[in-house]
């Protein structure tokens, strides 16, 4: 176990509900290549923090890579809901790009 992920997990100890540290613990744990992991430590930041909006790119991604695409483009499409709640159109713009790209991708 890395000594970051080491950190992370006792930074998830001690505020459990902490988004960012939610977060980086699955890119962590997608880094590391135990994506069981990375998609429980996602779905627990979309359960208690759906407005969080850098989730919904990354765990799309993930889907894509598990070939679960159906899961893939409702995820992006609720982070396209997200994203334009909270005017944030960077990421408005790489969600709808990602959805775009899946549900076309010869185009």
Do not use: C
């Not at 950190?7 to 880094?31: C, I, N, R, T």
């Not at 990354?58 to 997200?82: C, M, R």
């Amino acid at each position: 176990m890395s000594q970051r992920l080491q950190y992370l997990l006792q930074l998830s100890e001690s505020s459990p509900g902490d988004s960012f540290v939610l977060f980086a613990l699955a890119k962590e744990y997608e880094k590391a290549g135990d994506t069981t992991r990375a998609l429980a430590y996602y779905e627990k930041l979309r359960s208690t923090d759906p407005g969080y909006v850098g989730l919904y790119y990354h765990l799309g991604k993930l889907f894509e890579q598990q070939l679960d695409f159906s899961n893939a483009i409702q995820t992006y499409k609720q982070g396209i809901e997200t994203a334009r709640k909270a005017s944030d159109f960077h990421s408005l713009s790489e969600l709808n790009g990602a959805l775009l790209n899946l549900e076309d991708p010869e185009e």
